[in-house]
């Protein structure tokens, strides 16, 4: 193997299991890109440093974790307006002198959104991921968006934020969405494979597409359930790997990460 000679990597703390770096260094071989892709577990303490040392050494761009996605933003010299509104970064990388930050999980969740159009939307959750999902509905125009979570308060502050409407999360199965989307942790694997976070009732005689940002496991029990209603799913695979793609592009002047191929090594390593 040739040594290679530009840097990539991630940061978080502390980073656990992550398939960053197992994506982006196949990509990398793929377009022939003379790249490596690290984990770099940096401490906030450390943060500063970190983003001086990217300025010093060949680190062409990176990916930003838990608890880094915020508190990175001041150490940017340029936040895209689209990171600005969800108020956190996951990707770093280079706009010829400046180093900048974006938010890529919101390009990830439009993906297979594109082409189809939605009178009202309903997302459940208000945790990290709910700010990257309403900077997408929003930026698709989607013309009623409702935001409903356990915790109501929470769901206040983003439909304040957002300029959405709240649902109390009680009357969560009457809003008449055709586009529900569940940003809550309720299906993922572990213990909660089998909960869902929107009662079955909710999808009876209406039509739409339920949309899981769980990627753990395929289909999740909301999807299932959705579908015995005659509704359309989308798991949250290909947000995960578009997010990949589109840092991807930011880091090596568009080149591609093979989409198809990505999500068989996702899935592989899921072993899903
Ligand atoms: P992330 O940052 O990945 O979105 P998170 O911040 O932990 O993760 O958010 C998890 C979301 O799942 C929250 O909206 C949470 O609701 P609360 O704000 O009320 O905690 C939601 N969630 C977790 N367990 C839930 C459950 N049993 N029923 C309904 N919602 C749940």
């Known amino acids: 193997m040739e ?13 656990a299991q992550t398939m960053s770096p197992m994506l982006h260094n196949w990509g990398f071989e793929q377009a022939k890109v003379p790249g ?27 990916s930003i974790t838990i608890p880094h996605k915020v508190p990175a933003m001041q150490h940017l010299d340029k936040v895209t307006e689209r ?22 999980d919101v390009t990830g969740f439009m993906g297979p959104l594109k082409g189809k159009s939605f009178k009202k939307a309903l997302v459940l959750g208000a945790g990290g991921a709910c700010r990257a999902v309403l ?10 968006i409702y935001i409903s979570n356990r915790t109501e308060s929470k769901a206040a502050d983003l439909a304040k934020d957002f300029g959405i409407k709240q649902c109390p999360w009680a009357d969560r199965a009457k809003v008449g969405a055709d586009l529900v989307v569940n940003a809550t942790s309720q299906g993922m694997k572990g ?24 990627y753990n496991p395929v ?35 568009g080149k591609e990460l093979p989409e198809a191929g990505a999500t068989e090594l996702v899935k592989k390593a899921l072993g899903i």
């Open 191 to 214: 213990d909660h494979i089998n909960d869902t976070a929107f009662p079955k009732e909710g999808f009876a005689g209406g039509k739409g597409l339920a949309y899981d940002i769980v």
């Open 83 to 104: 990171a600005k509104k969800v108020g956190a970064v996951n990707a770093f990388y280079w706009d010829g002198d400046l180093l900048c930050g974006e938010n890529t």
């Open 135 to 144: 900077t997408a509905l929003k930026e698709l125009n989607i013309p009623e």
């Open 219 to 253: 289909k999740t029990r909301f999807m299932k359930e959705a579908e015995e209603a005659g509704w359309q799913t989308q798991g949250g695979l290909s947000m995960f790997v578009g997010q990949a793609v589109e840092a991807f592009r930011l880091w090596t002047d």
């Open 36 to 62: 490596v892709y690290m984990k770099w577990s940096t401490p906030p303490e450390k943060l500063a440093d970190f983003f001086k040392a990217a300025r010093t050494l060949p680190i062409q761009g990176g």
């Open 3 to 15: 040594t290679p000679t530009i840097l990539y990597g991630i940061i978080g703390y502390p980073l």
